[in-house]
């Protein structure tokens, strides 16, 4: 299996350039937990309410921000074709919960978060024990 099977390709983008203010404002409006900020389809991180929380708290002018501006952290990145295994020892190595998901170009495909990997691995572990049931 690999991250294909279970990265969440639905997930929300925005230019570097694009206002704070504005992916705020479509982070409300959409219930959403993060953006993806991209550069052509290059990630250069994944936007999270936290990040524009901890801008804000240090008193940064949010009006006067980009998205680029107030991403936090180095982006964990991991290649579509990698597996589980791959996944969650990259996140491990960087004490992350989510990796962004490019392909062979290093194009965004999507995002896979930790919690991903654990209900796959739930599953595989269900199917492991229910051949001793029987």
């Given at each position: 299996?690999?991250l294909?099977?279970?990265?969440?390709?639905?997930v929300?983008?925005?230019?570097?350039t694009?206002?704070?203010?504005?992916?705020?404002?479509a982070?409300?409006?959409?219930?959403?937990?993060?953006?993806a900020?991209?550069?052509?389809?290059?990630?250069?991180?994944?936007?999270?309410?936290?990040?524009?929380?901890?801008a804000?708290?240090?008193g940064?002018?949010l009006?006067?921000?980009?998205?680029?501006?107030?991403l936090?952290?180095?982006?964990v990145?991991?290649?579509?074709?990698?597996?589980?295994?791959?996944?969650?020892?990259?996140?491990a190595?960087e004490?992350?919960?989510r990796?962004?998901?490019?392909d062979?170009?290093?194009?965004?495909?999507?995002?896979?978060r930790?919690?991903?990997?654990?209900?796959?691995?739930?599953e595989?572990?269900?199917?492991?024990?229910?051949?001793?049931d029987?």
């Amino acid at each position: 299996m690999t991250l294909t099977d279970i990265l969440d390709a639905t997930v929300a983008t925005a230019a570097p350039t694009t206002p704070v203010g504005d992916v705020t404002a479509a982070m409300r409006r959409n219930s959403l937990e993060l953006v993806a900020v991209l550069d052509e389809q290059r990630p250069l991180g994944l936007l999270t309410p936290a990040d524009i929380g901890r801008a804000y708290v240090a008193g940064e002018d949010l009006d006067d921000k980009t998205a680029s501006d107030v991403l936090s952290g180095d982006l964990v990145t991991v290649r579509e074709s990698e597996d589980l295994s791959a996944l969650v020892a990259h996140l491990a190595d960087e004490n992350a919960r989510r990796a962004a998901v490019v392909d062979d170009a290093g194009d965004f495909v999507g995002v896979v978060r930790l919690e991903d990997a654990l209900v796959q691995y739930g599953e595989d572990l269900t199917r492991i024990l229910s051949m001793f049931d029987g």
